[in-house]
């Protein structure tokens, strides 16, 4: 009986750590995709500002 009580504290702990691990994954990816957005911005700001550059020259 101790070892079924086990087990059950053990699985209850494994999907809590699922959870949270799934949690992390979910704001990582949404911490890339903030990322990714700023970097395409910031290229386009650079493009802008080189072709505004060459048309003043």
């Not at 209850?12 to 979910?26: M, P, Y």
């Amino acid at each position: 009986m101790e070892a079924t009580g086990f087990n059950v504290v053990a699985l209850r702990e494994v999907i809590r750590l699922r959870s949270i691990a799934s949690a992390h994954r979910i704001e990582m990816e949404a911490t890339v995709s903030t990322y990714k957005q700023m970097l395409r911005i910031g290229t386009v700001g650079i493009l802008a500002d080189r072709q505004e550059f060459s048309l003043l020259n």
